[in-house]
T-cell receptor, first 114, second 111 residues
Framework: NAGVTQTPKFQVLKTGQSMTLQCAQD?????MSWYRQDPGMGLRLIHY???????DQGEVPNGYNVSRSTTEDFPLRLLSAAPSQTSVYFC?????????????FGPGTRLTVL | AQSVSQHNHHVILSEAASLELGCNYS??????LFWYVQYPGQHLQLLLK??????LVKGIKGFEAEFIKSKFSFNLRKPSVQWSDTAEYFC?????????FGDGTTLTVKP
């Protein structure tokens, strides 16, 4: 199993550009989520999904869109990048319910918006 | 609403010192509780988890945590830290809905 994969690993954008961060998992997990990590602010939930066709907002959803057309993929779209979106982005997945449903994290995408 | 609170933002210890990181949660139902570790430049990895049974759970690298239901706490402990334990530590809870993380505690171990 590859686990959770993310692409790209690094990205530099100019203000106003759009892009999609890719996330895929091969563990058949129902739950997938996107976090951003900024110094001193821990992990903040952007969007999450409990299954194909179902998404919901987290703490900091503004400026980001998601879709979940398949169980495996959960892309995160930046519509018009802003410097405030400079961050490290992590995708994670887990089983929806059950005992010990720990999250598995991808390696992260380091995004810089100029 | 569910929440996780970590008491210490930054802890500095010397090697061989004992460690205890506090974590309290707020949630009315059955929860799964976790501690994750993030080494510098890496992604989060599971350290240990509690979902039922013995409230004292043991994880990797000599870490353990105790679930105290009456105090809504899940504190992380290690009897003797090493320089290689320098990392950021996150407490988290999950239920059938979303997962919630604490703000993290940065642990620096001086050699």
């Amino acid at each position: 199993n590859a686990g959770v994969t993310q692409t790209p690993k690094f990205q530099v954008l100019k203000t106003g550009q759009s892009m999609t961060l890719q996330c895929a998992q091969d563990m058949n997990h129902e739950y997938m989520s996107w976090y951003r990590q900024d110094p001193g602010m821990g992990l903040r939930l952007i969007h999450y999904s409990v299954g194909a066709g179902i998404t919901d907002q987290g703490e900091v959803p503004n400026g980001y869109n998601v879709s979940r057309s398949t169980t495996e993929d959960f892309p995160l779209r930046l519509l018009s990048a802003a410097p405030s979106q400079t961050s490290v982005y992590f995708c994670a997945s887990r089983r929806l319910a059950g005992e010990g449903n720990e999250q598995f994290f991808g390696p992260g995408t380091r995004l810089t918006v100029l | 609403a569910q929440s996780v609170s970590q008491h210490n933002h930054h802890v500095i210890l010397s090697e061989a010192a004992s460690l205890e990181l506090g974590c309290n949660y707020s949630y009315g139902g059955t929860v799964n509780l976790f501690w994750y570790v993030q080494y510098p430049g890496q992604h989060l990895q599971l350290l240990l988890k509690y979902f039922s049974g013995d409230p004292l759970v043991k994880g990797i690298k000599g870490f353990e945590a105790e679930f105290i239901k009456s105090k809504f706490s899940f504190n992380l402990r290690k009897p003797s830290v090493q320089w290689s334990d320098t990392a950021e530590y996150f407490c988290a809870l999950s239920n059938a809905g979303k997962s919630t993380f604490g703000d993290g505690t940065t642990l620096t171990v001086k050699p």
